[in-house]
């Protein structure tokens, strides 16, 4: 029986009405089992008398006996269930690697429910329960179940560590506040318990709120990616287009330029077709005439013969071909032609990428005024820090180390050590200037060479018409328009400074693959005056928008 009932599920001892093992199970005519408490009520219930299961009508309620063989296979169900939670309650009790055992517990070790300081013994449920009950036990101090117990001990007078001395910040026993710690700050350890666990309530508040700012610090680290995969999406996709659309301009460029060619030859070997069949008709004609000559030339009769020559002397003369000929066409010109149209729409989708990148770099626009204690003692500042020009005269002012002495200088108040920043200057009338931007630790007295070796990142104009970038060594620049409003561009983290033709929105020059790592100032240079030849001011003008 128990070998068969092993192989028996719990599903087989169910009662479909509780979905319980049968209590009391009874067997009804059409073969089905049931808790005879739940066949009853649901006859009870509903009438006619009806089986759940398949639904089979009895008019006449069966008589219900109890099925003897199932009631008793259910039991043995019963019990074996039970005997296995039993077992496995058992194995949830017993300690594992990492839990305290049971000190009292002799095999197997059943897990410590709680530790008592008095005892020096840590007790599982069972053998915890006279701590729970024995009032002379129930004084005892028990906590969560520790191990190492016997560390909870003085070593020197084998008291238990109850009290904490401040003075030494150690755990003491009774006896050695009486001896070793007598004049000492000591508290109980509950007391110094409770300060270090606000102390730490405190610090975990703090490291939660350093977590939170990291987990910020990640999604804002995360969003920046984000936007920067979306750039660079928009930027290849940009590319893409520019790119295909050059493409497709030399592609048509070059059909256009083959088939202009081949046109050409195709025009001279239709020429040359025409010689050539005109040569060959002739050549016919020739023939014929020469095979009549000939025969003529073998008659003896003397009338036929000068008859038939006259004949031949009244032919129509044949074409004079010594100054015909067929020159090849000429190609002069026609691949620079359609590179120079290929160039113009070069030209066009440039200054289209030009102006996309300058709407770009406008947004980052800062307002930015200038630092009359950096000013050289003959420029002349407005008022609101806007313009700046050269005076004649030198104003007496106090040579602060920030103050360029010797060069008609000026920085600005506002310096940048991170991003990008954006400003434009209003250049027109001048005949001389400098603009771009200068690090702080840069030489401000005596004779100064602009160069990026020495902290300083500028254009210049000289001679009314002569740009330059110093780039050290200097860099002539050709441009298509003189600038009346000049654009300046700094991306500290890529190392770029950018100069534009804001008008044109055309680009002027940029410096690539600088190394910044102080502290950046936008600087300018109105450069002398010239007897009124430059008297026109750099004026830092408000940055326009453009849609």
């Known amino acids: 029986m128990s070998a068969a009932s092993c192989l028996l599920t719990e599903d087989q001892f169910l009662c479909s009405i509780c979905l319980d093992v049968f209590t009391d199970p009874v067997t009804i005519p059409c073969g089905h089992n049931f808790c005879k408490t739940c066949i009853t009520e649901h006859w009870n219930i509903n009438v006619p008398c009806q089986c759940p299961n398949c639904k089979k009508v009895f008019y006449t309620r069966p008589q219900l006996k109890v099925n003897t063989f199932i009631s008793e296979m259910a039991a043995q169900f019963r019990q074996s269930a039970q005997q296995k939670a039993s077992s496995s309650s058992l194995e949830q009790q017993v300690s594992k690697p990492g839990e305290v055992p049971c000190d009292v517990c002799t095999g197997?070790?059943?897990?410590?429910?709680?530790?008592?300081?008095?005892?020096?013994?840590?007790?599982?449920?069972?053998?915890?329960?006279?701590?729970?009950?024995?009032?002379?036990?129930?004084?005892?101090?028990?906590?969560?179940?520790?191990?190492?117990?016997?560390?909870?001990?003085?070593?020197?007078?084998?008291?238990?560590?109850?009290?904490?001395?401040?003075t030494d910040q150690m755990c003491v026993c009774m006896l050695c506040t009486v001896l070793d710690h007598k004049t000492h700050d000591v508290v109980p350890l509950k007391e110094e318990y409770e300060g270090k666990k606000a102390e730490l309530g405190k610090t975990e508040a703090e490291i939660q709120q350093m977590i939170q700012k990291r987990r910020l610090k990640i999604q804002e680290i995360k969003h920046s990616v984000e936007l920067s995969k979306e750039g660079a999406d928009r930027e290849i996709a940009n590319g893409v287009q520019v790119f295909t659309t050059l493409k497709e301009s030399v592609e048509r460029s070059q059909a256009e330029l083959i088939h202009t060619i081949k046109e050409k030859q195709r025009k001279t070997e239709k020429q040359a077709e025409d010689f050539i069949k005109e040569l060959e008709q002739e050549i016919s004609e020739l023939k014929k005439r020469s095979s009549e000559v000939d025969q003529l030339s073998q008659s003896e009769d003397h009338l036929h013969l000068l008859q038939s020559f006259l004949s031949l002397t009244a032919a129509p003369p044949t074409k004079d071909w010594t100054e015909v000929s067929v020159r090849p066409p000429s190609y002069e010109g026609t691949v620079v032609r359609a590179v120079n149209q290929l160039e113009k729409t070069l030209s066009k989708q440039m200054k289209k990428l030009f102006e996309v990148e300058l709407k770009r770099v406008q947004q980052y626009a800062v307002d930015v005024t200038l630092d009359p204690d950096t000013a050289h003692p003959k420029l002349i500042l407005s008022d609101d820090g806007k313009q700046v020009k050269h005076g004649d005269v030198k104003k007496k002012l106090r040579n602060n180390p920030e103050r360029f002495d010797n060069c008609v200088y000026v920085l600005t108040k506002q310096s940048f050590s991170s991003g990008r920043f954006y400003y434009e200057v209003q250049v027109k009338g001048k005949t001389e200037w400098d603009l771009g931007v200068a690090r702080e630790s840069i030489n401000r007295k005596g004779i100064i060479t602009l160069r990026p070796q020495n902290g300083y990142w500028t254009i210049w104009l000289r001679n009314e018409n002569e740009y330059k970038a110093l780039a050290g060594p200097s860099v002539s620049l050709s441009l298509q328009s003189q600038p009346e409003k000049v654009g300046v561009f700094v991306d500290y983290e890529e190392g770029l400074v950018s100069f534009y033709d804001v008008d044109a929105a055309a680009l002027i020059y940029s410096f690539t693959g600088c190394s910044f790592t102080e502290k950046l100032y936008p600087y300018f240079g109105p450069s002398l005056n010239y007897g009124g030849k430059n008297s026109a001011p750099l004026i830092i003008s408000p940055v326009n928008h453009t849609e």
């Open 108 to 166: 197997t070790k059943l897990k410590a429910l709680k530790s008592c300081l008095v005892c020096l013994v840590s007790y599982c449920e069972t053998h915890l329960e006279p701590h729970l009950t024995m009032s002379g036990l129930k004084r005892h101090q028990l906590i969560d179940p520790v191990e190492n117990l016997e560390g909870r001990m003085c070593t020197k007078h084998d008291k238990l560590l109850e009290l904490f001395c401040k």
